[in-house]
């Protein structure tokens, strides 16, 4: 390890020793941290600032520059505090909304966050205790408040806390807020925080905003008499722990289902998440309880959100009555196909109506959008992009729903980031709508694939933890770009790239053509002849490089689609061999 790193490092660290801001209990762990032989550890906590990501603040909880503390937060909020007063001068009664999910040190975060704001002569609206990140979009929009703050991590593992950081129109912030905000973050040293609250600006919220939410979140029904003929729907459900057990179970009753189970033990507001590996649903493990009870009550679905309820995941039985997991891609579709074949049923579509996908997420929602006459539009991963779309299109075109392949979906615009208990109360409308018509969920996941085409999903993470693993993540982006771009893939003949850093697309033969995007992003795409899509691009709030493949197979009947997840997984293993991960 480089010595001038562990140098500046140490440097840091006494400098944290010596200041009178930082309690015992910091001073202590990071002695800890100089005092042990292997500088690993130190380096990690002391060698960069988190910094905002596409999902905002997150990191590791301990002491450390590098790791989520109540003195980063303090600081973070201090330069979000000195951001909102410059952007906002004199304009009377400026207010934030914070809250908090089921993390360890949640609630101290949120208070830290609700005191230093109010010191900076900011109005505070406080949650109560946890609530889901939709929840706080929600009442940013509905306050007409003019930002706001999650503490949550998502679905990280339980070391992880994080802090995502809002603008007025409930949406995580985007250029130039977001820069702004690092650039007044980075004025701030720790000594600039004013930590005493001032009581009489922060005012506690709770029940009536639930109520608000509540009602809102009705919005996204598309048909009411197909849940009320279905109402006897079988669903289990389980917040993993988290913010979810808040609204979900209520939200699913006001919109008239009455057979609703949940996951006792994993009703358990616990930061520690002791009944999951990790509490994210896009891991099958975190399903397990929840498969496990709805065998026994022989359910018709098992549903889940994550920690801070944004995500949602979703398991339906097979021909064979076995549990099945849906992935991201696969519920995205869903959503997308049974809102635009039930409105268009309905009358409900005028023609001025959008979808919203990510760059990285499945190409049959478009098909899906085109053959129905639909617009479908494409933006970055991280829903602050689908946000900022159904802002500019606000007053002029009609969102009908926007999601990504990570397990988010936003079937209406009262909020401005993923939301599972809208989502969650959907994907039960489209269950009963399955069942009134003779079918599972699996079954008409079938006939969507017949109609548009099989393709196979997969996901690739490459994790590099720590300033080393950091450093090679940008030599494997810059490689990709160069000396290893590569020219097939899986046996197929790459015939355009897509470069999101240089807005570029180039075909075969090298003619360049312009993207049109709002921003530059660290994003490469390769398309092949045979329709494989390969997207890669180091994620903004975890230590890891994500490959996105999408790989075309033959799919001629419901009982083929085994054999077409084989040749899919076939094909996403040759590309894997051909990109050397």
Known sequence: MD???IKSCEAKAQEWLSSPVYDEQTKAEVKALLDAADKTALVDAFYQSLEFGTGGLRGIMGAGTNRMNRYIVGAATQGFANYINKAFAGKKDTAVVVGHDCRNHGREFAETVANIFSANGIKVYLFESLRPTPEISFAIRQLGAQAGVNVTASHNPKEYNGYKAYWEDGAQVLSPHDTGIIDEVNKVSVDD???QGNPDLIQIIGGEMDWDYLQAVKEAMVDQEVINRQKDLNIVYTPLHGTGRVIIPEALRSWGFQ???VVPEQMVIDGNFPTVVSPNPENSEAMTLGMKLGTKLNADLVIASDPDADR????????????????GNQTCMMFAWYIIANKKKLGQ?????FLVKTIVTTELIKRIADKNGVEMMDCYTGFKWIAAL??????IKKYIGGGEESFGF???DKVRDKDSPASICLICEIAAWAKDNGKTLYDLLMDIYLEYGFTLNHTVNVVRPGKTGADEIKQMMVDFRGAKAPKTLGGSKVICTKDYQALTATDAVGNVTKLEMPATSNVLQWFTEDGTKVSVRPSGTEPKIKFYIEAPAEMQCPKCYPSACEDGMAKVKAVCADLGI
């Open 3 to 5: 010595n001038e790193l």
């Open 193 to 195: 925080v004013k930590w």
């Open 259 to 261: 057979n609703i189970h």
């Open 312 to 327: 949602l995941a979703i398991v339906c039985r097979n021909p064979k009555g076995e549990w099945e997991i849906l992935n």
């Open 349 to 353: 579509l005028k023609g001025n109506e």
């Open 390 to 395: 159904i802002r500019e299109n606000e007053g």
């Open 410 to 412: 936003l079937p209406f």
